[in-house]
């Protein structure tokens, strides 16, 4: 079937199989292999993608319900060569070792600093629990996390002055 | 070809026997020396080639067969290249796994060559371009890869001085090299390295010395220097294998059998092989389809109706039993010493007051890396290239070549920066199932396997059994001391106590699931059980765990970790009540000291365990990367938590009956406690691993502190993975 997919702001025609997800015609047919397969069971979160500013499961996702909806991918967060704070931040911190997850960290992560600027620390575990890191890097991804929400702190209290 | 079932003739304590041999390559160095220096120089123009040369007494080697003293060939362990515009190129066989040795081999070269780390590119795990290098496990990379090569960086530096004092018809010995350039102090002249190459093909081959610069006067080294490459992490641009692409090419799966040691009986692929694109590959008791993309592929696989027969078999109830039972192949110690004696433990029962004989267990557990096995596969004219995340490049081409009949020469595996391992990805079973289904189609092949084959169909870190019998004074002296380990391995198995009458005996015995390396190795289960039972004496003779210890260690290396991990966790400063205990433990392997100290938190009415506090002291010589360190030391310590108090593999015959992250918990942002790292920085030592002896700490020090709180002694790995009331 055919698809029009809006994808970082793009919108893409893709030819989809009808059980096609949309991890596998973001990876798949649009090369954004950004986003990772990790198990195909919406247990790991490292396809998560942005819905509508909502982190989702892309593995879960049926690409044909992703249609008309505005994705955003890791790829997509870099703005004129500029990085995401919280890409930013993941990257001063160095919040990966393997860095498999490191793509769905971030993406939960933007989700969750768009919906709430300055989680505390139990709110950010709470959001995040549905990520696995496997080499147990978690207190670095929590540390980027802050850091990311402090500097949003302060663009907003810069923006409102 | 044997489909899925290829032999791993590789577990945990071959690993081990392997990682000590000293085992000579069949590699000639002249042959491969001459290859690959005129492939050098026409791959990168003139310049100045180092390369370190290892004699097979000191090579780790994975081939067969023990070479004689006469016959010991030499090798090349590492290329380094200054091209003729500065930049410098290294080759090593190692491979980046996580474990940041990308970032911290290129400090070590950076320090001793003068430049700024942005020149340096490290070319690893690529079987054409990178001498043999046995593998990236037993915390190796930085004791060994590391001074060699710092040492062929040193004499590169050298060369381009003396290249310089010739151009200027000066001495050398005022010569400065800094920043890439040689400077001469009197005349204020410079030159750049790349200037300095130009026009030359110079290849000098050095032995294995031990490198120059102390680390005390490191000024690159030692310092936290960010990732390499690491904004490729955060924007999603780094192509690990399964991102991967080739031109044409196609998308691989295997139908898996029904259970282990199954055989095919029948198989109908007719509807399969109806659907556009999809190729259908049977060979023995491997069946596999090709189809045009991920999708296609998984339809393909569901539509053929495949019959297996596979025999009877065990189940995890009976497993530790099972373990206990002699091996089917008596004698096998895997090159290991199966036992060392000192004095006579018959006498120091004898002598002691109190004896004390408890059992240990541990699960098979899962290393479940988050980039599941994955390899892509492309013949050319007979030769074949394979992109796979594997810590064993070399064996993974050697095995290739002996299942496709095709000389070693004909294979190249290449390994793109992997998503982790954890000692999981020592062999190559997807990389031949790609080459196979890459042969039937005639295109490239790609094959990514889905977490359920991950959980199923790799294998797992050892189960084991150990039992350990000690004898106390009164005093708190451990006189005799008798261990005995079935199955998890020999890693770690000596104590580091002061013992005057040991007997310590690994136990070969038939594992009922395929079992292999796992970061650590059998440290972590000859860890917890050590660490427990030394926690039970200290409580039976009525001390203080942490004096108990430090009682029985001459180790001051082991005693310095205990202290500084007791300092920062304020050890003693408060008790232990019924919700809310302190434990401790610690030990020495590969060369790092760790002493981890846990706070543990019982819920009173759902008796649920959080642990809510880890210190973890580590020290294992020079650090070359403190930020890197104790990132290692803190995800170590963190992933000790799953096999500690939760993950544990269940199967029932010849089936994983856990297979996916929903069923087998690992540890998540909701299980992490605050962890703290203390680094020991010895700069008068050389620097050892530390990427994997940071995690055998944390099971024995939170097993200790349910103790303490709960007065519960726990002996099995996990300790609660169903919660406190089950499990006692």
Redesign the interface.
Same mark, same amino acid.
């Given at each position: 079937m055919s698809l029009a997919l809006l994808v970082n702001g793009i919108e893409h025609k893709v030819d989809a199989?009808p059980? +096609?997800?949309l991890l596998?015609v973001l990876?798949?047919n649009l090369?954004?292999?950004?986003? %990772? !397969?990790? *198990?195909? #069971?919406g247990?790991?979160g490292?396809c998560t993608v942005l819905l509508n500013g909502r982190p989702m499961r892309s593995c879960r996702t049926l690409a044909s319900s992703a249609a008309g909806k505005s994705i955003t991918? =890791? #790829?997509g $967060?870099?703005q004129n060569g500029r $990085?995401h704070p919280v +890409? #930013?931040a @993941?990257?001063k911190v160095?919040a @990966?070792? &393997?860095? !498999? &997850?490191?793509?769905g960290m =971030?993406m939960s992560a933007v989700a969750l600093l768009k919906q709430n600027p300055s989680p505390s620390e139990s709110e950010?575990? #709470?959001f995040? %629990?549905?990520?696995? &890191?496997? *080499? &147990?890097? !978690?207190?670095? =991804? $929590?540390q980027a996390v802050r850091v990311a929400s402090t500097r949003a702190v302060e663009r907003s209290v810069e923006q409102a002055r | 070809m044997s489909g899925n079932t290829h032999t791993l003739d590789l577990d945990v304590a071959q690993a081990l026997a392997l990682e000590n041999a000293q085992q000579g390559s069949t590699l000639k160095l002249d042959y491969r020396f001459e290859l690959q220096r005129r492939e050098f120089f026409k791959l990168l123009g003139g310049g100045l080639l180092v390369g370190v040369c290892v004699s097979s007494l000191a090579q780790e080697s994975g081939r067969k067969g023990r070479p004689s003293e006469e016959n010991l060939p030499t090798s090349l362990a590492a290329w380094l290249h200054v091209a003729e515009d500065g930049k410098i190129t290294v080759y090593t066989g190692k491979v980046e796994v996580g474990q940041n040795i990308r970032t911290s081999l290129s400090q070590q070269i950076a320090e001793e060559l003068r430049v700024p780390m942005q020149s340096i590119q490290l070319v690893m795990g690529d079987t054409a371009l990178c001498p043999f290098d046995m593998g990236t496990f037993g915390s190796r990379t930085t004791p060994v890869m590391g001074p060699r090569l710092r040492n062929v960086a040193a004499t590169a530096r050298e060369q381009l001085i003396t290249l310089a004092a010739r151009r200027w018809q000066v001495s050398r010995d005022a010569l400065v090299a800094a920043d890439g350039k040689v400077t001469d102090p009197r005349s204020r002249k410079s030159i750049s390295y790349g200037e300095l190459s130009r026009g030359q093909e110079l290849v000098t081959v050095i032995p294995d010395d031990p490198p120059l610069e102390l680390p005390k006067d490191w000024r690159i080294a030692g310092t936290a220097a960010p990732k390499v490459d690491g904004r490729a992490f955060v924007t999603g641009e780094h192509k690990y294998t399964p991102d991967m692409k080739r031109p044409g090419m196609l998308v691989g799966k295997v139908v898996r059998p029904s259970a282990f040691k199954a055989s095919l009986v029948s198989v109908d692929s007719a509807e399969a092989e109806k659907m556009p694109g999809v190729t259908v590959v049977r060979d023995g008791n491997f069946v596999g389809v090709v189809a045009p993309d991920e999708p296609g592929a998984m339809r393909a696989v569901k539509a053929i109706r495949a019959e297996w027969k596979a025999p009877q078999q065990s189940s995890d109830a009976t497993l530790f039993s099972d373990l206990r039972k002699p091996t089917s192949e008596p004698g096998e110690t895997y090159g290991m010493n199966p036992s060392h004696v000192a004095g006579s433990v018959e006498q120091g029962f004898a002598s002691a007051d109190k004896t004390l004989s408890q059992t240990y267990t541990v699960a098979y557990i899962a290393h479940a890396p988050l980039e599941p096995r994955a390899a892509l596969a492309e013949w050319n004219n007979g030769k074949l290239t394979v992109w796979t995340g594997t810590q064993r490049p070399f064996a993974v081409r050697d095995d290739l070549a002996e299942t496709f009949h095709v000389s070693p020469d004909n294979v190249r595996v290449i390994v793109p920066d992997t998503g982790s391992a954890y000692g999981g990805k020592h062999v190559g079973d997807a990389a031949v199932e790609a080459a196979r289904l890459a042969k039937a189609a005639g295109k490239p092949v790609r094959v990514v396997w889905t977490r359920e084959e991950e959980f199923t169909w790799a294998y797992f870190r050892p189960a084991g059994v150990i039992d350990v019998k000690s004898g106390v004074r009164k005093d708190g002296t451990v006189v005799a001391w008798r261990f005995d380990n079935y199955n998890s391995g020999p890693s770690a198995i000596r104590t580091p106590y002061n013992i005057a009458n040991q007997k310590i005996e690994f136990h070969a015995s038939d594992s009922p699931l395929r079992q292999g390396s796992y970061r650590g190795l059998a440290a972590t289960a000859n860890h917890f059980a050590r660490e427990t039972h030394m926690d039970e004496l200290a409580h039976a003779v009525g001390m203080d765990p942490l004096e108990f210890r430090l009682k029985n260690l001459q180790d001051s290396r082991l005693a310095a970790v205990f202290q500084a991990a007791a300092e920062k966790f304020g050890w003693g400063r408060e008790k232990s009540f019924p919700a809310r205990g302190f434990g401790i433990a610690g030990g020495v392997e590969k060369g790092g000291y760790i002493a981890t100290c846990a706070k543990v938190e019982i819920d009173p009415t759902s008796r649920d365990v959080a642990v809510r506090r880890i210190v973890a002291a580590f020290e294992c010589g020079a650090i070359v990367n403190p930020d890197g360190l104790r990132n290692q030391v803190a995800g170590a310590a963190a992933q000790g938590l799953g096999g500690g108090l939760f993950e544990a593999i269940e199967f029932s015959n010849g089936k994983i009956t856990n297979a996916h992250f929903a069923d087998y918990r690992v540890p998540r942002f909701s299980d992490m406690p605050k962890i703290e790292v203390v680094l020991l920085d010895r700069k008068d030592l050389p620097p050892a691993g530390a990427g994997e002896t940071p995690i055998v700490g944390t099971a024995p020090a939170v097993g200790n502190a349910i103790f303490a709180a709960t007065r519960i002694r726990l002996r099995s790995m996990p300790l609660v993975p169903r919660g406190l009331q089950k499990a006692g």
């Open positions: 199989a059980d +096609q997800s596998s990876r798949d090369n954004l292999t950004g986003t %990772k !397969y990790g *198990c195909g #069971e247990q790991c490292a991918t =890791i #790829e $967060l870099e $990085l +890409q #930013e @993941f990257l160095e @990966f070792e &393997c860095g !498999y &997850c490191t793509s =971030i950010v575990r #709470e995040m %629990k549905g990520n696995v &890191c496997r *080499c &147990c890097t !978690y207190p670095r =991804i $929590l | -």
